[in-house]
């Protein structure tokens, strides 16, 4: 598996350049020596999985961080941006993936947020307005350039976000997951305004998950897979095939589903679980769902963003409170327990973001790995050291954690083995129910195969394993039974011989170009 | 390709190997306190002796005991204004309940004898401490919020009962059983004053709850992470109003011990206290961002302020310039905690950046992630 850096033919077009760009945070290499151009006046599109390094890329040649080591070119000149600024008054702004807007403020106030329109006695809020309703009207989006931010729906900031970048008249402008949010009308519109852009000469870098979409507007595609360009050739001579073929590479087998066992008795039973929306709106995110799961059975929870599979687990596990409905777990009502009491009865919940939910960071390896089970090593009202270590090393040889006994930082891991200390501390627990939401995400495919085998042994021991995921290969490797979700209800049901179509079309993906 | 990414750190007693520059800024705490005993050694020929140790230590000893309190609240990442007010308002009840208490409805006179008012004056820090804690924890108040107006109030009652003056006979008479409450400011234990006697002791247990006890580990994660700590079975809750009672009854205590050293019991006793003893925890290297810190530092910090401001004193500087040099202090020892962190958060989101920064950090974006991946 050697990376391939094809260094592209060098063409007089490019206006930006990456040569052998290298980042490493700590020892783990986010991108190991990447060269690619950006096309004038072209849009040149990035295509890869989720930790390929896409993001990354784009931060350095935006100088948002520096690379460890590698060469930016701009316009044949070797350049060092040393801030985000440094690169836009060389004419490259960025969209970032996650939006940066003030929520507090107007829209006019955002678009020009830390370049505002001066005058001798203060801002020219009148010309800024002005300029924000003309943005607007490109991209044919009705705004009042008063409405505060936080008023506006995501696909609207979306769009702020849009303008603000182009309200600068940059050369070079990077678009990290623009449309994660729009509407499909509002993908055109911005489309149509990328290619009004390109013909003005501005180059435009495009980042998109949303393949077939991206796809139409590609002009030149360079893929990358784990921190390595993989390949780049020009739009017409490619097709959706080759993208995928070069994102993924060789078929990783993520398992199959463990056999030669009989399910036990069901160990969680769902009944006509509805979750409110959180913010009041009164929205059922979850709307009257039943699940069953048996001892030892493995159910994978597929749906799209906004299903209501977060919203789900996090309810069952006593994070979020139920609207309606029952939660039991070998026999035993659980609804009106706490999260604690309901870790006693064996249900754990392995949350989906783990540094904001899963990890104390402040706290050794070992000591996340042993804080659900404290009170397996507590005996009259003191912690028994060798208890600890003994639940620790347990720990860390059971899910195969690369540490050396615990005693180092959380944060020194990868983000694979942290997400095995999390995975790791709740199994500590001895659960009879582990419910995980979107265990993969953020790990590399090797940390991935690893988990997933790892709830495969665990659930031939017994263990009811509830896990959701975005990734319609995941559904399709230990889970046992696939339920696929879809506004807050289960839209289908598949055993582990269903095709990848079926579950996409069940969970209203659309498959349209 | 996936074993580079999970190549495990060479961390360990020597990562760095020995490094002078981080021995001192982990040791500051330590290394201040020498370098002042030191300074004022030589500055005063009465400085060094140990008869003045133990008449600084006993002044330490006040501020020590409301420091563990508010290390404890700070460590679950809140704050605790209302120390000094509720150490006067202590002192207060303490000379109010030794004047003896008039039941009317009976026509008797009460005298509680010392130990029960003790234990009154304990639990009353506590009362406080738990209006602290539900209001934080169940009304979700921000902590500086609802201990600044608790400090408000329980200064205002100090007040009320006394009408502004102050109980000076804390006596107590022979016949009546209540004597001894000089004991607890005056007396010395092997020639060590009372009340350093309690801070030793009290540093001792807490050290012990922090170390080796589950709450001291549900008082960690939750300063840590509350929210992992939450979903990893911790009662945060709890945790969060027991930091505020454990703060109230040091305070209570602290208060007790002053009173009996004033041999007097005034309801301004303690006022600004609080800052005093957030910046002994500040000083000892804890983060006020939660989580971090220890009694060790705590300890140390108390003695740094304690044995400076004495030492000015005995050098006889102008009570105006210890002020400015106590400020001094703290902010110097804060600028240092920055720079503490601020390294090691560097580190961690050295290697901590990749799955920071190459996952999703918008929920959104990971069930966008796939949309169309593979659609045909």
Known sequence: ?513 | MASSVTTPPRSGLFRDGFDLGRLLLEGRAFFALIVIIVVFSFLSPYYFSVSNFLIMSSHVAIYGILAIGMLLVILNGGIDLSVGSTLGLAGVVAGFLMQGVTLNALGVVLYPPIWVVVLLVCALGALVGMINGILIARFKVPAFVATLGVMYVARGFALLMTNGLTYNNLGGKAELGNTGFDWLGFNRLAGIPIGVVVLVVLALIISLVLNRSAFGRWLYSTGGNERAAELSGVPVKKVQVAVYMLSGICAAIAGLILSSQLTSAGPTAGTSYELTAIAAVVIGGAALTGGRGNIRGTLLGAFVIGFLSDGLVIIGISSYWQTVFTGAVIVLAVLLNAVQYRRRVKKTTETDGPSASLQPTGKGQTADATHGKIAS
């Open chain 1, 1 to 513: 598996m050697k990376p391939l850096p094809q260094t592209p033919p060098a063409s007089s077009d490019a206006v930006l350049s990456a040569r052998n760009i290298a980042k490493s945070y700590g020892n783990v290499h986010a991108l190991k020596g990447v060269n690619f151009d950006i096309h004038r006046g072209k849009v040149t599109t990035l295509f890869g999985e989720n930790g390929a390094g896409k993001s990354t890329l784009m931060k350095i040649l935006s100088g948002v961080v520096p690379p460890t080591s590698g060469d930016i070119v701009l316009d044949g000149d070797v350049v060092q941006f040393s801030s985000a600024s440094d690169a836009r008054d060389c004419g490259i702004s960025i969209i970032h993936q996650e939006l940066s807007l003030a929520p507090n403020l107007s829209v006019r106030d955002n678009i020009f947020m830390g370049r505002e329109i001066r005058t001798a006695t203060g801002v020219d809020f009148a010309e800024e307005a002005r300029q924000a309703r003309a943005l607007m009207a490109d991209l044919e989006e009705d705004i009042d350039p008063m409405t505060l931010v936080e008023d506006l729906r995501l696909g609207q900031q979306q769009i702020v976000e849009i303008a603000r970048a182009l309200s600068v008249d940059s050369r070079i402008l990077i678009m990290d997951e623009p449309t994660s949010a729009l509407s499909a009308t509002e993908v055109e519109v911005l489309f149509k305004v990328i290619r009004d852009l390109t013909s003005r000469g501005v180059s435009i870098v495009y980042i998109s998950h949303h393949l077939e979409e991206a796809l139409q507007i590609t002009d030149y595609a360079v893929v990358l897979r784990d921190g390595a360009m993989t390949a780049n050739a020009e739009a017409k001579d490619i097709d959706l095939e080759w993208i995928v073929r070069n994102m993924v590479g060789e078929n990783f087998d993520l398992g199959s589903p463990p056999t030669g066992y009989a399910f036990g008795q069901t160990a969680l039973s769902i009944e006509d679980v509805s979750v409110t929306d959180a913010s009041g709106s009164g929205y059922s995110v979850v709307d009257r769902l039943s699940l069953d799961v048996k001892a030892g059975e493995i159910v994978c929870i597929y749906g799209l963003m906004g299903a209501g599979r977060t919203e789900l687990l996090e309810a069952v596990a006593g994070r979020m409170p139920l609207s309606g409905g029952r939660v039991i777990v070998e026999g035993d009502d659980v609804t009106r327990l706490s999260i604690s009491q309901r870790i006693d009865r064996g249900l754990v919940l392995v949350p989906e973001d783990r540094q904001r939910d899963g990890l104390v960071q402040t706290m050794s390896v070992g000591q996340n790995l042993s804080l659900a089970s404290i009170a397996s090593f507590t005996k009259r009202m003191l912690m028994s050291r060798s208890g600890e270590q003994a639940v620790v090393n347990d720990a860390i040889r059971k899910i195969h954690i690369k540490t050396d006994g615990g005693r180092a930082a959380i944060g020194s891991l990868s983000g694979g083995n942290q997400q095995k200390v999390v995975i790791g501390k709740m199994l500590a627990t001895n659960p009879r129910v582990i419910l995980l939401d979107e265990p993969s995400r953020g790990i590399d495919i090797g940390a991935k195969a690893e988990v997933f085998r790892l709830l495969s042994e665990r659930a031939a021991k017994g263990l009811a394993v509830v896990f959701s995921t975005s990734e319609v290969a995941e559904c399709l490797s230990i889970a046992h039974r696939i339920i696929v979700m879809r506004r807050g209800k289960i839209s289908a049901q598949f055993g582990a011989d269903v095709s990848k179509e079926e579950i996409m079309a069940a969970s209203g993906e659309a498959v349209h170009v």
